[in-house]
């Protein structure tokens, strides 16, 4: 596949705003700006940019808990994320949301939740609506290693299989579900090994390798948009961080994050751009320094936008009113 300098350049530059928002969320989150939870995607970039680089942007996804990267990544404003991480009304969704429940239709973002697997059967609801609408969008369902032991992963990817869904079912295997490692809950090799039991094509890539999920992700979504229905695409990657801010982290051993840093996808990309003559020192640098204005103008944004108001508790939410 052809993949040009401006494209390479885009995604190292999604990739770095993601890494650059979650690295001042968590200093944010410990200086008590952010409340809530928060669930970094540091060291996952290359997914969430990967797969959203072959999407339009009338294509949906649906998000997770570890969800700011699938949704800067889609094309949501880091302003109106880092003000709903804030809890502000200026916030994509009000400042109801929070950090695990961000959406933005008007860029396809269906999206993210804080149920594990919550989002599966949602976003195959988004592909069952293309397919009968005879659109030719795409909806993307990304989640964890974990949610692929819930029963919404199963039953959806099997309806999507039997209905040739236009639908990509992206699992970022960074090989944790909380403390519990993949291995000790599942008993076949890989994720994509599970596509078998449904009649899909089940495909294992470097999600670290952001050039190789783009590359995946493009087929996968040309095969959806033909009407050839869903594929599961397993990403393996690794976070940096714990699993949420505060995670003691006992149960990886030091050298094991060290080890997952040395994989890096921004460096990776970093260092293909400046060994391809893609791009110079000079030209990544600038490109680092206008996301780093980037995000401080958002959290500026954030820190200066107003409380939603109490007597609009109840709007925009679905609640009955029982009083
Ligand atoms: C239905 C449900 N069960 C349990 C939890 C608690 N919980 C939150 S995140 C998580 C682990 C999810 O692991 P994985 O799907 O691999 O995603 P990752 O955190 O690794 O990105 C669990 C068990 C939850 N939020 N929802
Ligand atoms: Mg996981």
């Known amino acids: 596949m052809e993949i040009n300098k401006e494209k390479l350049l885009e995604m190292y530059r999604g990739m770095f705003v993601i890494r650059h928002f979650e690295t001042k969320t968590k200093e944010l989150f410990a200086g008590g700006k952010i409340p809530g939870f928060v669930h970094l995607y540091s060291g996952e970039e290359g997914v969430a940019v990967g797969v959203c680089s072959a999407l339009r942007k009338d294509d ?16 949501g404003d880091v302003k109106y994320i880092m003000a709903e991480l804030y809890g502000r009304e200026t916030g994509c ?25 919550g989002s599966i059967p949602l976003i195959t609801g988004a592909a069952l609506h293309f397919k009968y609408k005879e659109t030719d969008q795409v909806a993307v369902a990304f989640f964890g290693d974990g949610a692929t032991n819930q029963g ?48 899909v094509p089940g495909i294992t890539v470097d999600g670290n390798d952001v050039v190789a999920v783009y590359e995946a992700a493009s087929d996968a979504v040309e095969r959806a ?57 000079q030209e990544i640098e600038d490109i680092e320094k206008d996301v780093e204005r980037e995000i401080a103008e958002a959290i500026e944004f954030a820190d200066k936008s107003p409380w939603p108001k109490p007597e609009d508790a109840l709007k925009d939410v679905f609640v009955t009113p029982y009083y």
Not at 170 to 178: G, L, P
Not at 231 to 237: D, G, K, N
């Open 60 to 75: 949906y996804i649906g998000s997770t808990h570890r969800g700011h990267g699938h949704c800067i990544a889609k094309g």
């Open 93 to 117: 969704c009000r400042g109801k949301g929070g950090s695990m429940h961000i959406a933005d239709f008007d860029v396809g973002i269906m999206g993210a939740s804080g149920i594990v697997g």
């Open 152 to 199: 919404s992963f199963h039953e959806s990817i099997n309806l999507a299989a039997i209905w040739d869904l236009p639908i990509l079912y992206v699992c970022e295997n960074n090989k944790y579900a909380e403390s519990t490692s993949i291995s000790s809950v599942m008993r076949v090799k890989t994720v994509a090994d599970r596509a078998e039991a449904y009649g």
């Open 225 to 281: 948009r033909k009407g050839k229905g869903p594929t599961l695409l397993e990403c393996e990657t690794c976070r940096h961080h714990g699993h949420f801010e505060g995670d003691s982290g006992t149960y990886r051993t030091k050298e094991m994050v060290e080890e997952c840093k040395k994989r890096c996808p921004i460096k990776r990309l970093g260092k293909f751009l400046e060994d391809e003559g893609f791009a110079t020192k």
